[in-house]
T-cell receptor
C-alpha cells in the first residue's frame, strides 16, 4: 500500500517551459487535491477533484491545469512556468470524512 | 467561508517543558478539525483529528488537542516536548461537505531547544 505518490521529487524549469507533476493514490479515494506551500503562507489549494471527470478550482488556480481521467491519477500541469510558481507542491487524497493523506512533495524551481 | 488562524508563527520551548500551539477557526457549520505535522523537508503527516464525540482528542507522539466549540478553538498540547518534536505544525478545518476542501492555517514552527 503506497498511499500517495508524487513524481518528480525535484524539478528545475526555465521561464515559459511547461511540465506535468504526477500524482497517484491507491486508496480508492474520490477526492484529490493539489496544494502549493510557500514560506509563511501555509498550504494553498490550487485545484481539486471530487471524482473521475470532475475538477474544480481552488484558491490559487491561475497558471495550472488539472484533469482526472481515473480515480487513481491526478496530474497537475504548468502551462508556461513563471518564477512565481517556484514552490513545493503537494498532492493529497481524502477519506470521506476529510482526513487527507499527503504525498512527499515536489520541489519546483523556475528560473 | 471557513478560515483558520494560528496566531503564533514560532514557538520556542526548552526540552521537557510543556507546550501549547493555538488554533482558532471560523465556520457557520459543524466542522472536522485536524492537526498535521511537517518535519524538515518532508510531507505532512496527520497528528490527530476531531470528527465528533469526546472533545479531548489524543494523537501520535503524546500530543492531544481539545475542541472548544464556544471559543471556536482547537489548541494542541504536549506535557513534555523532545528535541525530535521540532517541526512545523498546521491546523486545518473542513465541513466535510461534498468537496471535502481542507482549509489550512499558516503554520506554527515549534523549536525545541536543549
Amino acid at each position: 500500500n503506497a498511499g500517495v505518490t508524487q513524481t518528480p521529487k525535484f524539478q528545475v524549469l526555465k521561464t515559459g517551459q511547461s511540465m506535468t507533476l504526477q500524482c497517484a493514490q491507491d486508496m480508492n479515494h474520490e477526492y484529490m487535491s493539489w496544494y502549493r506551500q510557500d514560506p509563511g503562507m501555509g498550504l494553498r489549494l490550487i485545484h481539486y477533484s471530487v471524482g473521475a471527470g470532475i475538477t474544480d478550482q481552488g484558491e490559487v488556480p491561475n497558471g495550472y491545469n488539472v484533469s482526472r481521467s481515473t480515480t487513481e491519477d491526478f496530474p497537475l500541469r504548468l502551462l508556461s512556468a513563471a518564477p512565481s510558481q517556484t514552490s513545493v507542491y503537494f498532492c493529497a487524497s481524502s477519506s470521506p470524512w476529510g482526513e487527507q493523506f499527503f504525498g512527499p512533495g515536489t520541489r519546483l524551481t523556475v528560473l | 467561508a471557513q478560515s483558520v488562524t494560528q496566531l503564533d508563527s514560532q514557538v520556542p520551548v526548552f526540552e521537557e517543558a510543556p507546550v501549547e500551539l493555538r488554533c482558532n477557526y471560523s465556520s457557520s457549520v459543524s466542522v472536522y478539525l485536524f492537526w498535521y505535522v511537517q518535519y524538515p523537508n518532508q510531507g505532512l503527516q496527520l497528528l490527530l483529528k476531531y470528527l465528533s464525540g469526546s472533545t479531548l482528542v489524543k494523537g501520535i507522539n503524546g500530543f492531544e488537542a481539545e475542541f472548544n466549540k464556544s471559543q471556536t478553538s482547537f489548541h494542541l498540547r504536549k506535557p513534555s516536548v523532545h528535541i525530535s518534536d521540532t517541526a512545523e505544525y498546521f491546523c486545518a478545518v473542513t465541513d466535510g461537505g461534498a468537496t471535502n476542501k481542507l482549509i489550512f492555517g499558516t503554520g506554527t514552527l515549534l523549536a525545541v531547544q536543549p
